[in-house]
C-alpha cells in the first residue's frame, strides 16, 4: 500500500538489517566495560535504535531525547527545539547519541554542544548522511550509509510524520508532495 508512493529504494531492508549488526559489533568493542547511555532521539531513530542495539553485547542503559526542527515538510525550519528533555544524569557519562539522519547538521550539533556542556562524553552513531546537505560543522563517529542530497523516508524518517513504518529507506514521487 505505502509502496505505490516511492520512487525508488535508496537502502533495502537487508542492507540495513547487515550494517546494523557490524555497527553493533562496532559499540561493543567500543564500550565494553563503560556502561553508556545511548540516547535515542525521538522520533525518526526509533527502528534503527531497536535493530542496533540487538547487536550491542555489552551492558548499556537507554534513554531518549525528543527535538523537532521540521514542521511537516522537506526543509529545515533552522530552529532547533528541545521537546522533550534525557531523564538521567549525564555528567561524566558516555552518551551515544544515535540518529536516523544528519542533514543541516543542526539537530546534532545543537545536542552534542548541550550535552557535553552537562558534562557528558558524547559520541553518535547515525543510519545515514547526507554530507551535501550539511549548512553547520558537525559529523557523526559511525555511519550506517552515505547517501545523496535527496529527501528519504522510511525506516523512522518522515514526510509530514508518515511513513515512518516502511521497512527500508526510500524517495517519494514527485507527486506525493502535490497531494
Ligand atoms: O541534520 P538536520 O537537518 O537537523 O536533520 C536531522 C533531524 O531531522 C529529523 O528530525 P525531525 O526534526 O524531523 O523530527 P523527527 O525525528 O520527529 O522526524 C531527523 O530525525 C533528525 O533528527
Ligand atoms: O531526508 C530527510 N527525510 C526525512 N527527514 C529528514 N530530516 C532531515 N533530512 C530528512
Not at 509502496?3 to 557490524?22: F, G, H, N
Amino acid at each position: 500500500m505505502l509502496e505505490k508512493d516511492i520512487e525508488k529504494v535508496l537502502v533495502s531492508e537487508e542492507q540495513i538489517r547487515v550494517r546494523s549488526t557490524e555497527l553493533g559489533e562496532i559499540l561493543t568493542a567500543e564500550y565494553e566495560g563503560k556502561n553508556p547511555l545511548v540516547l535515542g532521539i525521538l522520533r525518526g531513530s526509533v527502528p534503527f535504535m531497536a535493530e542496533l542495539i540487538k547487536h550491542i553485547d555489552c551492558h548499556m542503559e537507554m534513554d531518549f531525547m525528543t527535538v523537532s526542527s521540521y514542521h511537516g515538510g522537506t526543509k529545515s525550519s533552522g530552529e532547533v527545539k528541545l521537546i522533550m528533555d534525557v531523564d538521567t544524569a549525564i555528567r561524566g557519562r558516555d552518551i551515544l547519541i544515535v540518529e536516523d539522519i544528519i542533514d543541516t547538521g543542526r539537530t546534532l550539533k545543537y545536542l552534542k554542544e548541550l550535552l557535553e556542556h552537562r558534562g557528558a562524553k558524547v559520541k553518535i552513531v547515525t543510519l545515514l548522511d547526507k554530507p551535501e546537505g550539511r549548512i553547520v560543522d558537525i559529523d557523526a563517529q559511525w555511519t550506517g550509509f552515505t547517501i545523496p542530497n535527496e529527501f528519504v523516508v522510511g525506516f523512522g524518517l518522515d514526510y509530514d510524520n508518515n511513513y515512518r513504518n516502511l521497512p527500508y529507506v526510500g524517495v517519494l514521487k514527485e507527486e506525493v508532495y502535490s497531494k
